[in-house]
């Protein structure tokens, strides 16, 4: 027992650290997740600001604030909270003999760099789409993922709006991937990570972009705005799934993009029952709806 609960305080403490010291500067850059993210936000707020796609939208957007709060506690906070729980699992996984490598369907630890990269890179944009479209499908999981589609006016830093109760549930799916793999993420997985931040700030900025032919494969602006649309096509529990690619989407038959003028209603029917604040929030979904 006493082996769980070094491995709950060590996670803990030790993910502390490792923000207390990025905040310093006291990491290499490329892992500097939390300096990454301030650069990679300000870049695409700069761009929000210089090149707006509704006009009317003003800098400082609608729940401005309390998104940018959401940033830094979905990837920051929470990710200290929860680090010593995942910790305690390794063990308890080794204890029943899973390890990293028991779903290894394909071993690309001898692959070139760039090729584990890509690899690496499209097999996790798989199981978040895939995660993605659970949240929608599934009532229990919606009410979580309500929160994410609040959001009334697009910007950057509502790719980072979301229930704290989705990482539980995209991280074990995650982790699943990465053990298909074999067990381990790319020496240069930092590019893959950095990547996806930039992307997704970039889907849901205030900046008109589709990327031309691309638009098929890489997740865009114009293809997620619809996918936070207030009215979605009849018979759908949502449309335009994708994370960093929107391939998914075209191959699964769930892609929609009706038109590009970026002026539509975002949300969801009852969206205004939803509490407006984040403490509301933290607990919101708990509760069984009212019908």
């Known amino acids: 027992m006493t082996e769980y609960f070094d491995a709950l305080a060590n996670g803990f403490l030790g993910t502390v650290r490792w923000t207390w010291k990025s905040i310093l500067f006291e990491v290499p850059w490329y892992s500097n997740y939390f300096w990454g993210l301030i650069i990679i936000s300000l870049i695409v707020w700069g761009l929000e600001i210089l ?22 506690f979905n990837f920051f906070i929470f990710a200290i ?3 010593g729980v995942y910790k305690l699992l390794g ?5 029943l003999g899973i390890t990293a490598t028991t779903l290894t ?7 070139p760099q760039w090729v584990q990269l ?10 978040q789409w895939f ?3 659970l949240l929608h499908k599934y009532p229990v999981l919606w009410q979580f993922h309500k929160v994410h589609h609040s959001v009334k006016e697009m910007g950057f830093a509502a790719h980072l709006r979301f229930h704290w109760m989705e990482n539980i549930l995209y991280k074990p799916l ?7 793999l074999g067990g381990f993420e790319p020496e240069q997985a930092y590019i893959v990570h950095f990547a996806a931040i930039a992307i997704g700030h970039f889907n849901h900025s205030n900046i008109k972009l589709t990327y031309g032919p691309l638009k098929y494969i890489l997740n865009n602006p114009v293809m997620h705005l619809y996918h936070h649309a207030y009215t979605i096509p009849e018979d759908s529990y949502g449309v335009n799934f994708g994370i960093s690619l929107s391939i998914w989407d075209y191959i699964f038959k769930t892609n929609y993009i009706p038109e590009s003028g970026g002026k539509i209603k975002l949300g969801f029917p009852g969206d205004e029952k939803l509490p407006k604040g984040f403490w509301g929030q933290l607990v919101y979904g708990f509760k069984r709806p009212k019908k």
Request: glycine share 2%; hydrophobic share 60%.
């Open 81 to 83: 909270v929860i680090s």
């Open 51 to 72: 090149f707006p796609w509704r006009k009317e939208q003003s800098i400082f957007r609608k729940d401005f604030w309390l998104d940018a709060f959401y940033m830094f």
């Open 91 to 95: 063990v308890l996984f080794k204890d």
């Open 105 to 111: 369907i394909m071993d690309i630890a001898h692959w």
């Open 174 to 180: 995650k982790t699943i991937g990465v053990m298909v």
């Open 118 to 127: 890509l690899v690496f890179f499209v097999v996790l944009d798989f199981v």
């Open 131 to 133: 995660t993605h479209v």
